[in-house]
Protein backbone atom coordinates (compact mmCIF):
# COMPACT_ATOMS: atom_id res chain seq x y z
CA UNK A 1 0.00 0.00 0.00
CA UNK A 2 1.42 3.02 -0.98
CA UNK A 3 1.87 5.37 2.06
CA UNK A 4 1.04 9.76 1.00
CA UNK A 5 4.57 11.34 2.27
CA UNK A 6 3.32 13.82 5.25
CA UNK A 7 5.51 17.16 5.08
CA UNK A 8 7.06 18.58 8.47
CA UNK A 9 4.53 21.17 9.01
CA UNK A 10 1.66 19.05 8.10
CA UNK A 11 3.40 16.39 10.86
CA UNK A 12 3.33 19.34 13.10
CA UNK A 13 -0.29 20.09 12.89
CA UNK A 14 -0.73 15.91 13.59
CA UNK A 15 0.70 16.06 16.46
CA UNK A 16 -0.31 19.38 18.09
CA UNK A 17 -4.19 17.60 17.54
CA UNK A 18 -2.98 15.07 19.14
CA UNK A 19 -1.56 16.56 21.93
CA UNK A 20 -5.00 18.90 21.56
CA UNK A 21 -7.14 16.00 21.86
CA UNK A 22 -5.16 14.38 24.89
CA UNK A 23 -5.39 17.73 27.01
CA UNK A 24 -9.47 17.47 26.55
CA UNK A 25 -9.65 13.50 27.28
CA UNK A 26 -7.78 14.62 30.32
CA UNK A 27 -9.68 17.35 31.35
CA UNK A 28 -13.16 15.52 31.13
CA UNK A 29 -11.67 12.28 33.20
CA UNK A 30 -9.57 14.68 35.91
CA UNK A 31 -13.27 16.01 36.52
CA UNK A 32 -14.73 13.06 37.21
CA UNK A 33 -12.86 12.06 40.00
CA UNK A 34 -10.83 15.45 41.20
CA UNK A 35 -14.36 16.12 42.83
CA UNK A 36 -14.82 13.02 44.94
CA UNK A 37 -11.96 14.10 47.58
CA UNK A 38 -13.20 17.91 48.08
CA UNK A 39 -17.32 16.47 48.79
CA UNK A 40 -16.81 16.58 52.51
CA UNK A 41 -15.63 20.25 52.43
CA UNK A 42 -18.24 21.32 50.03
CA UNK A 43 -20.64 19.99 52.15
CA UNK A 44 -19.43 22.06 55.71
CA UNK A 45 -18.80 24.91 53.33
CA UNK A 46 -22.98 24.78 52.19
CA UNK A 47 -23.54 23.39 55.58
CA UNK A 48 -25.18 19.89 54.25
CA UNK A 49 -24.59 16.42 55.02
CA UNK A 50 -21.23 14.89 53.55
CA UNK A 51 -23.13 11.34 53.32
CA UNK A 52 -25.67 13.23 51.22
CA UNK A 53 -23.74 14.98 48.15
CA UNK A 54 -23.90 12.04 45.15
CA UNK A 55 -26.21 14.63 43.26
CA UNK A 56 -22.68 16.71 42.75
CA UNK A 57 -21.06 13.72 40.72
CA UNK A 58 -24.76 12.23 39.38
CA UNK A 59 -25.00 15.53 37.56
CA UNK A 60 -22.05 15.46 35.40
CA UNK A 61 -22.11 11.93 34.69
CA UNK A 62 -25.73 11.71 33.50
CA UNK A 63 -25.87 14.85 31.78
CA UNK A 64 -22.62 13.59 29.94
CA UNK A 65 -24.51 10.08 29.31
CA UNK A 66 -27.43 12.22 28.06
CA UNK A 67 -25.69 14.07 25.23
CA UNK A 68 -23.58 11.57 23.51
CA UNK A 69 -25.90 9.91 21.68
CA UNK A 70 -25.80 13.01 19.93
CA UNK A 71 -22.66 13.70 19.60
CA UNK A 72 -21.72 12.51 16.26
CA UNK A 73 -24.27 14.32 14.53
CA UNK A 74 -23.59 17.19 15.69
CA UNK A 75 -19.85 17.20 14.96
CA UNK A 76 -20.39 15.82 11.28
CA UNK A 77 -23.30 18.75 10.86
CA UNK A 78 -21.24 22.15 12.65
CA UNK A 79 -17.69 21.05 11.73
CA UNK A 80 -15.17 19.70 14.32
CA UNK A 81 -13.36 22.62 15.39
CA UNK A 82 -16.21 24.64 15.95
CA UNK A 83 -18.02 21.96 18.04
CA UNK A 84 -14.50 21.21 19.98
CA UNK A 85 -14.31 24.97 20.88
CA UNK A 86 -18.16 25.13 21.86
CA UNK A 87 -17.31 22.33 24.43
CA UNK A 88 -14.31 23.46 25.96
CA UNK A 89 -15.79 27.10 26.29
CA UNK A 90 -18.97 25.16 28.01
CA UNK A 91 -16.86 23.50 30.09
CA UNK A 92 -14.93 26.43 31.53
CA UNK A 93 -18.00 28.70 31.98
CA UNK A 94 -19.33 25.24 33.86
CA UNK A 95 -16.47 25.41 36.42
CA UNK A 96 -16.74 29.16 37.05
CA UNK A 97 -20.21 28.27 37.60
CA UNK A 98 -19.26 25.41 40.50
CA UNK A 99 -16.93 27.78 41.74
CA UNK A 100 -19.18 30.60 42.56
CA UNK A 101 -22.05 28.61 43.60
CA UNK A 102 -23.26 29.52 47.04
CA UNK A 103 -25.31 26.14 48.03
CA UNK A 104 -25.49 22.46 46.60
CA UNK A 105 -28.92 22.91 44.23
CA UNK A 106 -26.63 25.40 42.40
CA UNK A 107 -23.33 23.62 42.13
CA UNK A 108 -25.72 20.85 40.50
CA UNK A 109 -26.86 23.43 37.60
CA UNK A 110 -23.39 24.25 37.26
CA UNK A 111 -21.96 20.68 37.04
CA UNK A 112 -24.58 19.88 34.57
CA UNK A 113 -23.26 23.01 32.40
CA UNK A 114 -19.84 21.68 33.16
CA UNK A 115 -21.10 17.86 32.17
CA UNK A 116 -22.45 19.34 28.43
CA UNK A 117 -18.93 20.51 27.87
CA UNK A 118 -17.83 17.52 28.53
CA UNK A 119 -19.85 14.68 27.00
CA UNK A 120 -18.32 15.96 23.29
CA UNK A 121 -14.58 16.53 24.30
CA UNK A 122 -13.58 12.87 24.01
CA UNK A 123 -16.10 11.82 20.92
CA UNK A 124 -15.42 15.13 18.60
CA UNK A 125 -11.65 14.55 19.95
CA UNK A 126 -11.62 11.06 18.51
CA UNK A 127 -13.50 11.92 15.21
CA UNK A 128 -11.06 15.05 14.72
CA UNK A 129 -8.39 12.39 14.95
CA UNK A 130 -10.06 9.50 12.70
CA UNK A 131 -10.53 12.59 10.28
CA UNK A 132 -6.60 14.10 10.34
CA UNK A 133 -4.52 10.71 10.77
CA UNK A 134 -4.69 8.33 7.73
CA UNK A 135 -5.58 4.42 8.63
CA UNK A 136 -2.27 3.03 8.87
CA UNK A 137 -1.13 5.66 11.84
CA UNK A 138 -4.73 5.61 14.01
CA UNK A 139 -4.27 2.76 15.71
CA UNK A 140 -1.09 4.83 17.15
CA UNK A 141 -2.80 8.12 17.45
CA UNK A 142 -5.54 6.32 19.64
CA UNK A 143 -2.94 4.57 21.47
CA UNK A 144 -1.59 8.05 22.79
CA UNK A 145 -4.85 9.76 23.59
CA UNK A 146 -5.65 6.57 25.83
CA UNK A 147 -2.92 7.65 28.11
CA UNK A 148 -5.06 10.64 29.57
CA UNK A 149 -7.45 8.90 30.61
CA UNK A 150 -5.32 6.52 32.85
CA UNK A 151 -3.29 9.58 34.30
CA UNK A 152 -6.76 11.30 34.94
CA UNK A 153 -7.94 9.18 37.45
CA UNK A 154 -4.38 8.75 39.04
CA UNK A 155 -4.06 12.40 39.62
CA UNK A 156 -7.63 13.49 40.19
CA UNK A 157 -7.90 12.27 43.61
CA UNK A 158 -5.20 13.79 45.04
CA UNK A 159 -5.01 16.89 43.06
CA UNK A 160 -8.29 17.54 45.21
CA UNK A 161 -7.05 16.65 48.26
CA UNK A 162 -4.37 18.64 47.83
CA UNK A 163 -6.44 21.96 46.70
CA UNK A 164 -8.36 21.58 49.50
CA UNK A 165 -6.09 21.48 51.97
CA UNK A 166 -3.78 24.68 50.61
CA UNK A 167 -6.69 26.48 49.34
CA UNK A 168 -10.64 26.14 49.11
CA UNK A 169 -12.52 23.07 46.74
CA UNK A 170 -13.37 26.08 45.24
CA UNK A 171 -9.85 25.30 43.28
CA UNK A 172 -11.00 22.11 42.07
CA UNK A 173 -13.25 23.91 39.31
CA UNK A 174 -11.09 26.64 38.90
CA UNK A 175 -7.84 25.44 37.59
CA UNK A 176 -9.65 24.13 34.75
CA UNK A 177 -9.70 27.76 33.47
CA UNK A 178 -6.52 28.57 32.11
CA UNK A 179 -6.04 24.75 30.18
CA UNK A 180 -9.50 25.10 29.05
CA UNK A 181 -8.15 28.47 27.76
CA UNK A 182 -5.39 27.28 26.19
CA UNK A 183 -7.43 24.26 24.57
CA UNK A 184 -9.78 26.61 22.81
CA UNK A 185 -7.07 28.79 21.20
CA UNK A 186 -5.11 25.43 20.12
CA UNK A 187 -8.52 24.13 18.68
CA UNK A 188 -8.97 27.09 16.30
CA UNK A 189 -5.36 26.77 14.93
CA UNK A 190 -4.75 22.84 15.15
CA UNK A 191 -8.19 21.32 13.74
CA UNK A 192 -9.98 21.32 11.20
CA UNK A 193 -13.02 22.47 10.61
CA UNK A 194 -15.30 19.85 8.55
CA UNK A 195 -18.94 20.04 8.26
CA UNK A 196 -21.26 18.17 6.45
CA UNK A 197 -23.98 19.98 4.26
CA UNK A 198 -25.82 17.05 3.13
CA UNK A 199 -26.77 15.38 6.79
CA UNK A 200 -29.10 13.23 7.25
CA UNK A 201 -31.83 14.49 9.53
CA UNK A 202 -31.55 13.96 13.12
CA UNK A 203 -33.61 11.64 14.78
CA UNK A 204 -35.09 14.16 17.72
CA UNK A 205 -38.16 12.08 18.60
CA UNK A 206 -36.16 9.02 19.42
CA UNK A 207 -33.72 11.44 21.00
CA UNK A 208 -36.21 12.94 23.27
CA UNK A 209 -37.31 9.55 24.03
CA UNK A 210 -33.95 8.05 24.70
CA UNK A 211 -33.01 10.90 26.76
CA UNK A 212 -36.16 11.62 29.07
CA UNK A 213 -36.13 7.94 29.70
CA UNK A 214 -32.42 8.10 31.30
CA UNK A 215 -32.67 11.46 32.99
CA UNK A 216 -35.74 10.10 35.02
CA UNK A 217 -34.65 6.76 35.49
CA UNK A 218 -31.71 7.98 37.09
CA UNK A 219 -33.52 11.31 38.92
CA UNK A 220 -36.10 8.24 40.38
CA UNK A 221 -32.82 6.69 41.85
CA UNK A 222 -31.25 9.72 43.06
CA UNK A 223 -34.81 10.96 44.84
CA UNK A 224 -34.81 8.41 47.20
CA UNK A 225 -32.35 10.11 48.92
CA UNK A 226 -30.49 12.87 47.17
CA UNK A 227 -33.40 14.88 46.06
CA UNK A 228 -35.63 13.95 49.19
CA UNK A 229 -38.16 12.56 46.68
CA UNK A 230 -41.53 10.89 48.33
CA UNK A 231 -41.96 7.39 47.70
CA UNK A 232 -44.61 8.00 45.42
CA UNK A 233 -42.90 10.90 43.51
CA UNK A 234 -39.94 8.02 42.61
CA UNK A 235 -42.48 5.74 41.35
CA UNK A 236 -43.81 7.82 38.90
CA UNK A 237 -40.46 9.04 37.67
CA UNK A 238 -39.74 5.37 37.41
CA UNK A 239 -42.82 4.21 35.32
CA UNK A 240 -42.56 7.68 33.08
CA UNK A 241 -38.63 6.56 32.18
CA UNK A 242 -39.44 3.00 31.82
CA UNK A 243 -42.21 4.16 29.75
CA UNK A 244 -40.00 6.72 27.73
CA UNK A 245 -37.32 4.11 27.12
CA UNK A 246 -39.91 1.30 25.47
CA UNK A 247 -41.07 4.40 23.49
CA UNK A 248 -37.61 4.22 21.95
CA UNK A 249 -37.29 0.57 20.98
CA UNK A 250 -40.81 1.06 19.24
CA UNK A 251 -39.76 4.12 17.64
CA UNK A 252 -36.40 2.23 16.25
CA UNK A 253 -37.75 -0.59 15.11
CA UNK A 254 -39.64 1.51 12.68
CA UNK A 255 -36.93 4.72 11.61
CA UNK A 256 -34.78 3.86 8.62
CA UNK A 257 -32.10 5.04 10.57
CA UNK A 258 -32.45 5.29 14.01
CA UNK A 259 -29.69 6.70 17.38
CA UNK A 260 -29.05 3.17 17.94
CA UNK A 261 -30.74 0.53 15.69
CA UNK A 262 -32.29 -2.97 17.65
CA UNK A 263 -30.57 -4.84 14.95
CA UNK A 264 -27.11 -4.28 17.14
CA UNK A 265 -28.43 -5.95 19.61
CA UNK A 266 -29.26 -9.19 17.66
CA UNK A 267 -24.99 -9.80 18.02
CA UNK A 268 -24.33 -11.37 21.40
CA UNK A 269 -21.56 -10.31 22.32
CA UNK A 270 -22.61 -6.92 22.13
CA UNK A 271 -26.14 -7.38 23.41
CA UNK A 272 -24.22 -9.32 26.37
CA UNK A 273 -21.52 -6.50 26.93
CA UNK A 274 -23.82 -3.93 27.50
CA UNK A 275 -26.03 -5.61 29.85
CA UNK A 276 -22.88 -6.44 31.87
CA UNK A 277 -21.51 -3.14 31.27
CA UNK A 278 -24.70 -1.72 33.05
CA UNK A 279 -25.18 -3.86 35.99
CA UNK A 280 -21.65 -4.43 36.68
CA UNK A 281 -20.70 -0.64 36.53
CA UNK A 282 -24.03 -0.06 38.60
CA UNK A 283 -22.38 -1.71 41.46
CA UNK A 284 -18.35 -1.02 40.83
CA UNK A 285 -18.47 2.43 39.41
CA UNK A 286 -19.62 3.81 43.18
CA UNK A 287 -16.46 3.46 44.50
CA UNK A 288 -14.61 6.19 43.59
CA UNK A 289 -17.42 8.42 45.60
CA UNK A 290 -18.10 6.14 48.58
CA UNK A 291 -13.87 5.53 49.23
CA UNK A 292 -12.99 9.06 49.81
CA UNK A 293 -15.95 9.49 51.69
CA UNK A 294 -15.09 7.08 54.28
CA UNK A 295 -11.88 7.58 54.88
CA UNK A 296 -12.52 11.27 55.68
CA UNK A 297 -16.05 11.07 57.31
CA UNK A 298 -15.17 7.69 58.82
CA UNK A 299 -11.66 6.89 59.79
CA UNK A 300 -10.70 10.70 59.78
CA UNK A 301 -8.39 11.41 57.27
CA UNK A 302 -7.21 14.40 55.70
CA UNK A 303 -8.71 15.37 52.20
CA UNK A 304 -5.13 15.16 50.73
CA UNK A 305 -4.57 11.58 52.23
CA UNK A 306 -7.09 10.34 51.32
CA UNK A 307 -6.76 11.33 47.90
CA UNK A 308 -3.23 9.75 48.08
CA UNK A 309 -5.17 6.59 49.29
CA UNK A 310 -6.83 6.14 45.73
CA UNK A 311 -3.07 6.16 43.98
CA UNK A 312 -3.04 2.60 44.68
CA UNK A 313 -6.33 1.94 42.75
CA UNK A 314 -4.88 3.26 39.41
CA UNK A 315 -1.30 1.72 39.60
CA UNK A 316 -2.97 -1.40 39.60
CA UNK A 317 -5.22 -0.67 37.32
CA UNK A 318 -2.60 0.55 34.41
CA UNK A 319 -0.33 -2.58 35.89
CA UNK A 320 -2.79 -5.38 35.27
CA UNK A 321 -3.25 -4.25 31.44
CA UNK A 322 -0.92 -6.39 30.67
CA UNK A 323 -1.87 -9.57 31.74
CA UNK A 324 -5.32 -8.87 30.46
CA UNK A 325 -5.27 -9.98 26.78
CA UNK A 326 -2.94 -13.21 27.43
CA UNK A 327 -5.87 -14.31 30.42
CA UNK A 328 -8.73 -13.79 28.01
CA UNK A 329 -6.60 -15.52 25.38
CA UNK A 330 -6.03 -18.37 27.42
CA UNK A 331 -9.76 -19.04 28.75
CA UNK A 332 -12.03 -17.40 26.80
CA UNK A 333 -14.06 -13.78 28.25
CA UNK A 334 -16.99 -15.81 30.00
CA UNK A 335 -14.56 -17.70 32.26
CA UNK A 336 -12.60 -14.76 32.93
CA UNK A 337 -15.65 -11.98 33.45
CA UNK A 338 -17.54 -14.15 35.20
CA UNK A 339 -14.56 -15.24 37.68
CA UNK A 340 -13.35 -11.23 37.56
CA UNK A 341 -16.52 -9.73 38.13
CA UNK A 342 -17.18 -12.36 40.98
CA UNK A 343 -13.71 -10.90 42.87
CA UNK A 344 -15.01 -7.35 42.09
CA UNK A 345 -18.01 -7.82 44.00
CA UNK A 346 -16.17 -9.84 46.79
CA UNK A 347 -13.58 -6.99 46.83
CA UNK A 348 -16.20 -4.39 47.10
CA UNK A 349 -17.97 -6.04 50.06
CA UNK A 350 -14.63 -6.93 52.01
CA UNK A 351 -14.58 -3.17 52.96
CA UNK A 352 -17.13 -3.77 55.24
CA UNK A 353 -14.23 -4.96 57.52
CA UNK A 354 -12.44 -1.83 57.52
CA UNK A 355 -11.65 -0.20 60.48
CA UNK A 356 -10.17 2.90 61.74
CA UNK A 357 -7.41 0.63 64.04
CA UNK A 358 -6.23 -1.55 61.09
CA UNK A 359 -2.82 -1.02 59.87
CA UNK A 360 -2.28 1.50 56.87
CA UNK A 361 -0.95 -1.46 54.69
CA UNK A 362 -3.81 -3.36 54.51
CA UNK A 363 -5.80 -0.36 53.36
CA UNK A 364 -3.34 -0.01 50.47
CA UNK A 365 -3.49 -3.62 49.83
CA UNK A 366 -7.17 -3.95 49.52
CA UNK A 367 -7.60 -0.76 47.41
CA UNK A 368 -4.57 -1.89 44.97
CA UNK A 369 -6.58 -5.65 44.64
CA UNK A 370 -9.65 -3.64 44.07
CA UNK A 371 -7.47 -1.47 41.06
CA UNK A 372 -6.54 -4.52 39.50
CA UNK A 373 -9.80 -6.36 39.38
CA UNK A 374 -12.01 -3.46 38.35
CA UNK A 375 -9.53 -2.43 35.55
CA UNK A 376 -9.49 -6.24 34.10
CA UNK A 377 -13.28 -6.03 34.19
CA UNK A 378 -13.56 -3.18 32.30
CA UNK A 379 -10.98 -3.98 29.75
CA UNK A 380 -12.69 -7.49 29.56
CA UNK A 381 -16.19 -5.75 28.70
CA UNK A 382 -15.25 -3.40 26.33
CA UNK A 383 -13.37 -5.43 24.35
CA UNK A 384 -16.14 -8.18 24.14
CA UNK A 385 -18.97 -5.75 23.95
CA UNK A 386 -17.10 -4.54 20.63
CA UNK A 387 -15.22 -7.37 18.96
CA UNK A 388 -17.89 -8.33 16.95
CA UNK A 389 -19.11 -5.58 15.51
CA UNK A 390 -19.44 -5.14 11.09
CA UNK A 391 -17.37 -2.07 10.38
CA UNK A 392 -20.50 0.27 9.46
CA UNK A 393 -21.94 -0.42 12.87
CA UNK A 394 -18.47 0.26 15.00
CA UNK A 395 -19.42 4.26 15.72
CA UNK A 396 -23.19 3.35 16.51
CA UNK A 397 -21.73 0.62 18.62
CA UNK A 398 -19.39 2.50 20.34
CA UNK A 399 -21.10 5.66 21.09
CA UNK A 400 -23.58 3.01 23.01
CA UNK A 401 -21.08 1.42 24.26
CA UNK A 402 -20.04 4.85 26.15
CA UNK A 403 -23.32 6.35 26.66
CA UNK A 404 -24.53 3.01 28.96
CA UNK A 405 -21.04 3.71 30.48
CA UNK A 406 -21.97 7.26 31.80
CA UNK A 407 -25.37 5.56 32.60
CA UNK A 408 -24.15 3.35 34.91
CA UNK A 409 -21.76 5.52 36.50
CA UNK A 410 -24.79 8.26 37.50
CA UNK A 411 -27.05 5.53 38.62
CA UNK A 412 -24.33 3.58 40.30
CA UNK A 413 -23.37 6.35 42.47
CA UNK A 414 -27.42 7.53 42.69
CA UNK A 415 -28.07 4.19 44.23
CA UNK A 416 -25.09 3.91 46.56
CA UNK A 417 -25.96 7.13 48.11
CA UNK A 418 -29.97 6.19 48.26
CA UNK A 419 -28.48 2.65 49.63
CA UNK A 420 -26.36 4.85 52.09
CA UNK A 421 -28.70 7.06 53.10
CA UNK A 422 -31.56 4.29 54.30
CA UNK A 423 -28.40 2.04 56.25
CA UNK A 424 -27.44 5.85 57.82
CA UNK A 425 -31.43 5.79 58.89
CA UNK A 426 -31.26 2.64 60.54
CA UNK A 427 -27.85 2.69 62.40
CA UNK A 428 -28.21 6.65 62.86
CA UNK A 429 -25.32 9.13 62.38
CA UNK A 430 -25.25 10.78 65.88
CA UNK A 431 -22.14 8.40 66.17
CA UNK A 432 -18.81 7.90 64.12
CA UNK A 433 -19.51 4.25 64.80
CA UNK A 434 -22.57 4.64 63.49
CA UNK A 435 -21.82 5.97 60.49
CA UNK A 436 -19.20 3.38 59.77
CA UNK A 437 -22.07 0.64 59.94
CA UNK A 438 -23.73 2.23 57.58
CA UNK A 439 -20.53 2.39 55.28
CA UNK A 440 -19.93 -0.90 55.89
CA UNK A 441 -23.72 -2.50 55.11
CA UNK A 442 -23.68 -0.29 51.79
CA UNK A 443 -20.43 -2.22 50.23
CA UNK A 444 -21.39 -5.45 51.34
CA UNK A 445 -25.06 -4.27 49.26
CA UNK A 446 -23.29 -2.21 46.47
CA UNK A 447 -21.27 -5.45 46.49
CA UNK A 448 -23.62 -8.16 46.17
CA UNK A 449 -24.77 -5.99 43.29
CA UNK A 450 -21.95 -6.17 41.23
CA UNK A 451 -21.74 -10.09 41.79
CA UNK A 452 -25.30 -10.66 40.64
CA UNK A 453 -23.88 -9.25 37.05
CA UNK A 454 -21.74 -12.18 36.72
CA UNK A 455 -24.83 -14.52 35.93
CA UNK A 456 -25.16 -12.54 32.96
CA UNK A 457 -21.17 -12.75 31.20
CA UNK A 458 -22.13 -16.69 32.11
CA UNK A 459 -24.44 -16.32 29.01
CA UNK A 460 -21.29 -15.53 26.98
CA UNK A 461 -20.20 -18.44 24.79
CA UNK A 462 -17.24 -20.28 25.69
CA UNK A 463 -15.45 -20.22 22.80
CA UNK A 464 -15.36 -16.37 22.36
CA UNK A 465 -12.05 -15.93 23.97
CA UNK A 466 -9.51 -14.23 21.19
CA UNK A 467 -8.73 -10.50 21.81
CA UNK A 468 -7.46 -8.30 18.63
CA UNK A 469 -4.55 -5.99 19.50
CA UNK A 470 -6.85 -3.26 18.53
CA UNK A 471 -9.74 -4.24 20.80
CA UNK A 472 -7.21 -4.03 23.51
CA UNK A 473 -5.49 -0.74 22.65
CA UNK A 474 -9.18 1.11 22.69
CA UNK A 475 -10.27 -0.61 25.97
CA UNK A 476 -7.22 0.83 27.83
CA UNK A 477 -8.79 3.99 27.10
CA UNK A 478 -12.37 3.19 27.63
CA UNK A 479 -12.19 2.39 31.29
Request: charged content about 10%.
Amino acid sequence: MLIKPVSPSEEKSLRMLLWLVAIGFFMQTLDATIVNTALPAMARSFGESPLRMQSVVVAYSLTMAMLIPASGWIADRFGTRRVYVASITLFVLGSIACALARNVDQLVMARVLQGAGGAFLMPVGRLAVLRAYPRERFLQAMSFIAIPGLVGPLVGPTLGGWLVEVATWHWVFLINIPVGLIGAVATLFYMQHNPRTNMPRFDITGYLFLAFGMVTVSLAVDGVSGLGLKQVSVLVLLVFGMASLTAYWLHATKRPDPLFSPKLFSIPTLSIGLLGNLFSRLGSSCMPFLVPLLLQVSLNFSPFRAGMMMIPVAVAGMLVKRVTTPLITRYGYRRVLVTNTALVGVTMASFAFITPSQPLWLHIAQLAVFGAVNSMQFTAMNTVTLRDLEPHMASSGNSLLSMVQMLAMSMGVAAAGAVLAGFTGYFGSGESTQVLYAFQATFVTMGLITLASAAIFWQLSPAVRVVKKAESTEASGQG
